[in-house]
């Protein structure tokens, strides 16, 4: 099935482009309304070598205006291979379409409500035929059988001509089309951008790149360069402002080249609890400490997580050659 972008903005055309497997462009006077665009023909000759084919509006009353509006169009340099002109449904528009295609020109027949008009330009030899579904659905009606109708009709008459799905509002039209069988979709890129999206897929692949992380990367690659270090004359309260300013809540407390333990903020909870705020005016080295849980820096994050685990903490010491040099927060784990 052709994908085809419905747009006129050209950031988004761009950003489409790149997906590499669009197969064209189809714009309307709307939308360059819209997009407050003033020269027409300027914006259509950039949107002809931006794309690999280009779907544009040929208006006119009789059949041979529209005609003399694609020739001129052409003549801005177009290519005929690659250009197909949009024209209306009407009795004059399914004329010029027979016209255009006698002359080997590609036509899309548009702007189609009912299988009587997209029959007629079936039998007018029409490149693409139009339903917009977002349109009718709107106004109540079942597009999506009147879609059904098209492609059935095209596949029993052997017209050459491809079903356009249109007018698609979100990515259920998407579904719905590929479902219908029809030849062709077009789609605003905000809801092409939907349809690779799903929650599981989100969730399985964050977990792969999680689980990747912990087997390839080691603790200290993980760690920030701070080092939440205060000596062990230190004051408790002016330890805590350092543990707030580290961003951390725990400080290493080390005398010399000893390292005598970790304070967290747990721990400080407990001495005002039991203390009062006098503790606030006590050295780090008044207190006494357990032995840290702590990991290697040249350890794996898969073992750093094996001590998360166990210990049920959120940020543990992290050494080298005994010496601190960091703390891995369990968040850590997950990167930026």
Request: with cysteine.
């Amino acid at each position: 099935m052709e994908l085809y972008l419905d747009s006129a903005d050209l950031k988004e055309i761009e950003d489409a482009s790149k997906l590499g497997f669009i197969t064209g462009l189809t714009t309307t006077p709307t939308f360059m309304h819209r997009g407050g665009v003033t020269d027409i023909d300027g914006l259509i000759v950039k949107l002809s070598k931006i794309v690999p084919i280009l779907q544009i509006e040929a208006l006119g009353n009789t059949a041979d205006e529209v005609l003399a509006e694609a020739q001129r169009q052409l003549k801005l340099g177009l290519d005929p291979k690659k250009t197909v002109f949009k024209i209306p449904v009407s009795l004059e528009g399914v004329k010029a379409c027979y016209k255009l295609r006698q002359a080997g020109l590609l036509v899309n027949v548009h702007l189609v409500y009912t299988l009587q008009q997209a029959y007629m330009a079936m039998q007018a030899g029409a490149t693409y035929v139009c339903p917009l579904v977002g349109r009718l659905q709107d106004q109540g009606h079942d597009a999506l059988e009147l879609v059904k109708q098209c492609v059935t009709a095209v596949d029993h008459y052997k017209y050459p001509t491809k079903v356009m799905f249109s007018s698609v509002r979100h990515a259920e039209h998407v579904r719905n089309a590929i479902n219908l069988g029809v030849h062709t979709i077009t789609a605003p890129w905000k809801v092409i951008k939907t349809l690779t999206e799903n929650n599981f897929t989100t969730v399985g692949t964050d977990q792969f790149i999680e689980h990747t992380r912990l087997m390839t990367v080691k603790v200290k690659d993980a760690i920030s360069n701070v080092n939440p270090v205060v000596t062990a004359d230190t004051k408790l309260a002016d330890a805590i402002v350092k543990m707030t300013e580290y961003g951390f809540g725990a400080v290493t407390i080390v005398k010399g080249d000893q390292l005598l333990g970790v304070f967290t903020d747990g721990d400080l909870r407990r001495k005002l609890q039991s203390d009062g705020r006098d503790v606030l005016g006590k050295q780090m080295g008044d207190f006494t400490y357990k032995a840290p849980i702590s990991v290697d820096a040249d350890a794996m994050l898969n073992d750093a997580a094996d001590v998360f685990k166990k210990t049920n903490v959120d940020t543990i010491l992290v050494t080298a050659a005994g010496k601190p040099v960091g703390m891995l927060d369990i968040q850590d784990l997950k990167g930026d």
